[in-house]
């Protein structure tokens, strides 16, 4: 089995296996912020929760670091390969004439998103880890000890105009990635043709709704801060 | 119709090419593609030049030997077809046509518009077949039931004629349509069950080790393959690898 994931073909299930993971963990992120938008104390409990249940915390956090960096850094390394694959390039090429813009510029707008991630982490990610594991405060508390920080917390950021329009140019990238990367999973799985229709429509709604989703919920936080 | 051909020419393999500009005069719209490249290559000839050399061989569709890179395109702009099958009347008077061979590190070209197709045959080798006792007692394949479904889709896959469109056309230089029609022909059969373990996974370690790219599934190949070859032949490979490791 080792063997297999040395061949083109088993990097491409892995690279499948870890889209599916985080495709469904973009969805459940999206699930637990739209509460943000209708109910505060729904919200904080749920972020509570995610952010001290111990399997969220030690096991699929983890799964998610390893999933996140092993996507970027295979995506990165299939791009090289790839390149080195057609050493002289053709003068003229009509890629337009055969292929999407989305399913050629990955690697563009994967740059994009790990652009964005960085900025995520620095943002929401690093204070956390420094909150709970250095300064040891797992109560999810504000100063105050009575109500939860996380919807404070959540709101705040989206004060600055210049980051929400980070976090949009980040979520237009977000769906020109999945517009592509939604069927192309499931093809690399072999679980059935990118052509088929119904997989086709499920995965451009999903590349729009989410992102677009995401992008509303950072714009209704600016103007209802 | 008069046109400008910029051509990319080569004087061996291991020289280093260049585009070159033509031109060509009074090329009928009924001529094809290859009949116009004659047209210059009488032209060279007459002029005391060398020709340009491309490979061809039925100029009916069907052997897979031409294999131009049109005007960013293989085999041209037209659908379904081969570069022997495309006609002048998909170009204008006055168009300028970039002509270059089939771009990949797996197909070095050994002069002008000829490429060395040869990594297609060594994955061929490598488990495009099956193993047939010949001696004089052969079953005859009609005694094994079909489905007439798996039937007509082993013979879609099969009728992938190797011309190497699909590579060229890939900006990874993937050759996992090839790779996935010939794997399909023989795994939607019976008679492909006995070596499918086998050949699946020899035909993609041969594939890997010709230099090919990784399919990030643009679907590009499927669009220029001359002969319609789907992508669900990749998807099939894939089942194919994974179920061999089981």
Not at chain 2, 166 to 188: D, P
């Amino acid at each position: 089995m080792s063997g297999f994931f040395k061949s083109s073909i088993g990097r491409k299930y892995a690279m499948a296996l870890s889209a599916f993971f985080l495709m469904f963990f973009l969805l459940q992120h999206f699930a637990i912020n739209i509460l943000s938008v209708f109910s505060p104390d729904a919200f904080n409990e749920a972020s509570h929760f995610m952010g001290t249940f111990w399997a969220v915390q030690y096991l699929l956090q983890p799964i998610l670091i390893f999933g996140v960096i092993y996507h970027f850094v295979m995506g990165f390394y299939l791009e090289i390969k790839n390149k080195n694959a057609r050493v002289v390039k053709y003068a003229k090429n009509n890629g337009a004439a055969n292929s999407s813009w989305m399913s050629r510029n990955m690697i563009y707008s994967g740059l994009a998103i790990l652009a964005f991630l960085v900025l995520h982490f620095i943002d929401f990610w690093l204070p956390e880890l420094n909150t709970k594991y250095i300064q040891g405060n797992m109560s999810g508390l504000l100063a105050d000890g009575e109500s939860f920080r996380y919807y404070e917390e959540l709101v705040h950021k989206f004060v600055n105009p210049i980051r929400v329009i980070a976090y949009v140019i980040a979520f237009v990238f977000l769906s020109l990635h999945l517009m592509h990367g939604f069927s192309s999973a499931f093809q690399s799985a072999g679980v059935t043709s990118m052509r088929k229709e119904k997989l086709q429509i499920f995965g451009k709604a999903y590349a729009i709704i989410i992102p677009l989703g995401f992008i509303f919920i950072a714009i209704y936080h600016h103007f209802n801060h | 119709m008069n046109l400008t051909l910029k051509i990319w020419r080569q004087k061996d393999a291991q020289s280093k090419g260049k585009m070159v500009d033509y031109k060509v005069t009074e090329i009928s719209e009924h001529m094809s593609f290859l009949e116009m490249m004659d047209v210059l290559n009488e032209q060279l000839i007459n002029s005391g030049e060398e020709p340009v050399a491309f490979d061809h061989d039925c100029r009916e569709g069907i052997c897979g030997m031409c294999s131009m890179y049109i005007n960013g395109e293989a085999h041209g702009p037209d659908r379904g077809v081969t570069t022997c099958q495309l006609h002048m009347r998909m170009f204008k008077d006055g168009d300028t046509i970039t002509i270059e061979p089939f771009r990949a590190k797996a197909f070095p070209v050994l002069k002008d518009l000829v490429v060395d197709r040869g990594a297609f045959d060594r994955i061929q080798h490598a488990g495009g077949y099956i193993s047939v006792n010949t001696s004089g007692n052969t079953q005859d394949a009609n005694s094994l039931p079909i489905s007439k479904h798996a039937a007509d889709e082993a013979m879609d896959a099969a009728t992938c004629i190797g011309c190497g469109a699909c590579v060229a056309s890939c900006k990874n230089s993937s050759a996992m349509l090839f790779v996935g029609a010939k794997v399909s022909q023989y795994a939607l059969l019976p008679q492909g069950q006995v070596e499918a373990t086998d050949r699946v996974r020899n035909m993609v370690a041969q594939m890997d080790l010709e230099g090919f790219g990784n399919c990030t599934n643009t679907g590009a190949c499927e669009v220029e393959c001359p002969k319609g070859i789907s992508l669900e032949n990749i998807a099939r490979m894939n089942r194919e690898l994974l179920k061999s490791n089981f």
